[in-house]
């Protein structure tokens, strides 16, 4: 199994910027594909930046330019570094990991979130 465990959330003015971690144990890491997903209470859980294990990198098309995803493998650990929040940013981060156990099966892990609040 995967753990993950999230940090970095607060409040923040629109403008400014907060970066999210996300630590992992369990599995090795480096294999992980990683991502970090957001969700509006009531709303859909949505794709925010992904990383795979080969380091290519995507992101919504409402974070490109100002969010980057990133990955430090010694550390077991994936970022999501937020610049020029926008108070519609505001909502819970998520940190997933898909695991795969063969080329062909893989599950899904998701940490408990942190919530991130741009205020106008």
């Known amino acids: 199994q995967v753990q993950l465990v999230e940090s970095g959330g607060g409040l923040v003015q629109a403008g400014g910027s907060l970066r999210l971690s996300c630590g992992a144990s369990?599995?090795?890491?480096?294999?992980?594909?990683m991502a970090w997903y957001r969700q509006v209470p009531g709303q859909q859980r949505d794709l925010v930046a992904v990383?795979?294990?080969?380091?290519?990198?995507n992101y919504a098309d409402s974070v490109k330019g100002r969010f980057t995803i990133s990955r430090d493998n010694a550390k077991n650990t994936v970022y999501l570094q937020m610049n020029s929040l926008k108070p519609e940013d505001t909502a819970v981060y998520y940190c997933?990991?898909?695991?795969?156990?063969?080329?062909?099966?893989?599950?899904?892990?998701w940490g408990q979130g942190t919530q991130v609040t741009v205020s106008s």
């Open positions: 997933n990991a898909k695991v795969y156990y063969t080329l062909s099966y893989f599950r899904d892990y």
């Open positions: 990383i795979t294990s080969g380091g290519s990198t």
């Open positions: 369990g599995s090795s890491f480096s294999g992980n594909r």
